[in-house]
């Protein structure tokens, strides 16, 4: 099993800033088949990065995914108060398909 | 547009079985996409359960959740189903039915969620 380990846990930023979430797994990513995913509460996750670095449909540019092999990263620019949420990266080309725990991103 | 519909919140004992259920819609073939399940229990992270291939039923399990539950399929009705035979309290959580297009495409569209809540 690939284990995700995302860093930090949380963040807190304030709005404009710059926010950069990592995610490590514990062997490679088979071509490089990770996501990433935005959860807010009461929500369901929603995909916001493919294939490691490809934003999913209506996702803003903002949001940049980037990385190979074992670390990968996740950059939001300029953020705004509603990327205030959980984000989360998963592995999807090895089964049991795997998860991170996750990275609190707060905006002040 | 695709669509992901899952079953109300379920309130149930231990040892009771439980099914719920996940009814896709919109412009898809449901039958030639998997659905997966992932848990979500209560302050925390996401978990794969299981993904299922409507078809023909194929279904693959994360080993710590084979054997606990089950997930079926019905192709005549566009559904996905995820059961349990003995539910725990330790099952309270949310529920996530989601659709992954093709193999190796990741989770793209998601059901609203299910709470199942087991308590005595």
């Known amino acids: 099993e690939i284990l995700l380990m995302q860093s930090p846990g949380t963040l807190s930023l304030s709005p404009g800033d710059r926010a950069t979430l990592s995610c490590r797994g514990s062997q490679s990513v088979n071509a490089n088949y990770l996501a990433w995913y935005q959860q807010k509460p009461g929500q369901a996750p929603r995909l916001l990065i493919s294939g490691a670095s490809s934003r999913a449909t209506g996702v803003p540019d903002r949001f940049s995914g980037s990385g190979s092999g074992t670390d990968f990263t996740l950059s939001i620019s300029r953020l705004e108060p509603e990327d205030s949420a959980v984000y989360y990266c998963?592995?999807?080309?090895?089964?049991?398909?795997?998860f991170g725990g996750g990275t609190k991103v707060e905006i002040k | 547009e695709v669509q992901l519909v899952q079953s109300e919140a379920e309130v149930k004992k231990p040892g009771e079985s439980l099914r719920i259920s996940c009814k896709g819609s919109?412009?898809?073939?449901?039958?030639?996409?998997?659905i997966g399940w992932v848990r979500q229990l209560p302050g925390k992270g996401l978990e794969w359960m299981g993904i299922?291939?409507?078809?023909?039923?194929?279904?693959k399990y994360n080993p710590s959740f084979q054997g606990q539950v089950t997930i079926s399929a019905d192709r005549s009705t566009n559904t996905v189903y995820l059961q349990w035979s003995s539910l725990k309290a330790s099952d309270t959580a949310m529920y996530y039915c989601?659709?992954?297009?093709?193999?190796?495409?990741?989770?793209?569209?998601w059901g609203q969620g299910t709470q199942v809540t087991v308590s005595s």
């Open positions: 919109g412009s898809f073939s449901f039958t030639s996409s998997w």
């Open positions: 989601a659709r992954r297009a093709v193999d190796w495409q990741p989770l793209d569209y």
């Open positions: 998963h592995q999807y080309g090895t089964f049991p398909l795997t």
């Open positions: 299922i291939y409507p078809y023909d039923s194929d279904a």
